[in-house]
């Protein structure tokens, strides 16, 4: 028994090891996105150089982090649905286990990116719109993805059976896939936003390449890296209390 304790011990600090490189990698994107937001770019202005949104055209920056916590809810939500359709056709195969546990993690951190999306386009409303919430259909429906999500949490925590638990669970989170995409790609399309200048504005390129290139060369990936470094994190924690339930 030691010395399979000894060789899973030497296995995780050689993961960890190969790990570390991304991991620094995300650091450093992360510490680049803060100098490149708060010291590099300048306020966003249209041709004449009149500031577009408010506190002199600096309200623009909050998508640097509002877009990607947004984005990734939806990618949070693509690989719990990947997982739970595995640990579903897997059935009591090996590695069936370790979908359902991917799955629930991916769903939990959809609910973190969902809950911090709806925080930070909040504070952008506030300054831009006037209000914390105008029931925009954007707002509403990062809201009700947040609440899918929170339910997915509510329907495991509610099922003590963990077979019953993770089969539930899955078909939870392919079946949500439809609504999730639908509520954050289509209805925001299909119905008049106040989104619609913001989004133009800086997704489209209206304003400069600089916060494009921030946009898509330093926030998207730093926060995926940083998805990426939680979901692993995760993952591990609920395999150490999977053990320590059954050794007890």
């Known amino acids: 028994m030691n010395g399979i304790a000894q060789t899973e011990a030497a296995s995780l600090a050689e993961g960890r090891v190969r790990g570390l490189w991304w991991k620094g990698l995300c650091g450093i994107w992360m510490a680049a996105l803060i100098l490149a937001v708060f010291g590099w770019l300048g306020p966003?202005?249209?041709a004449e150089g009149q500031p577009m949104f408010t506190a002199g055209g600096h309200g623009a920056k909050a998508i640097f982090f509002h877009v990607p916590c947004a984005w990734l809810t939806f990618i949070a939500f693509l690989v719990g649905a990947f997982d739970a359709a595995r640990h579903l056709l897997r059935g009591a195969r090996p590695h069936a286990g370790l979908d359902d546990l991917?799955?629930?993690t991916a769903m939990e951190l959809g609910l973190l990116f969902a809950v911090l999306a709806t925080v930070t386009g909040s504070l952008f409303s506030r300054n831009e719109w006037g209000a914390f919430w105008s029931w925009d259909p954007r707002q509403t429906s990062i809201l009700v993805v947040l609440l899918i999500l929170a339910?997915?949490?509510?329907l495991r925590g509610s099922v003590t059976d963990p077979s019953t638990r993770a089969r539930l669970s899955s078909v939870y989170a392919v079946v949500a896939l439809v609504p999730a995409f639908f509520l954050i790609w289509v209805l925001p399309r299909v119905m008049a936003t106040l989104h619609e200048g913001p989004n133009q504005t800086i997704v489209g390129g209206m304003i400069?390449?600089?916060y494009r290139a921030v946009l898509y060369g330093l926030a998207l990936p730093?926060?995926?890296?940083?998805?990426v470094w939680l979901f692993q994190i995760r993952i591990r924690l609920l395999q150490l209390e999977e053990r320590a339930a059954?050794?007890?």
Do not use: I, Q
């Open 44 to 46: 966003a202005v249209n």
């Open 102 to 104: 991917k799955c629930a």
């Open 151 to 154: 339910a997915y949490g509510v």
């Open 208 to 210: 400069g390449g600089n």
């Open 222 to 227: 730093a926060f995926l890296s940083l998805f």
């Open 246 to 248: 059954h050794g007890s």
